[in-house]
């Protein structure tokens, strides 16, 4: 089964919900959401409400990646991201 954006997004919000759980992210973490993000961001079908949620968290790990910095964050910060992109989720299902 091929993953929609939906999907994507689902185990984006898993693996942030993770990071807050655990208050740390390893590398391959980062990297995946890295990845996530950067499909997510190329699909014309994600809506722009999402899309602009994404660039935070992309700009997140990003820097916490480079910088190594994988335990030095925010876990409000995070809370909020996986709000934001679960209410744009909701309010653009059409599936």
Excluded: C, R
Excluded at 56 to 85: C, M, R
């Amino acid at each position: 089964m091929t993953m929609n954006y939906h999907h994507q997004l689902q185990l984006l919000t898993d693996i942030l919900k993770n990071q807050q759980d655990e208050n740390y992210g390893t590398h391959d973490e980062y990297e995946q959401v890295e990845h996530l993000i950067s499909n997510l961001l190329e699909n014309n079908d994600v809506p722009d409400s999402i899309k602009s949620a994404l660039m935070n968290v992309e700009q997140f790990a990003y820097a916490h990646n480079k910088d190594g910095n994988q335990g030095n964050f925010s876990p409000d910060e995070l809370q909020k991201w996986i709000t934001d992109i679960q209410q744009a989720e909701m309010d653009n299902k059409h599936y």
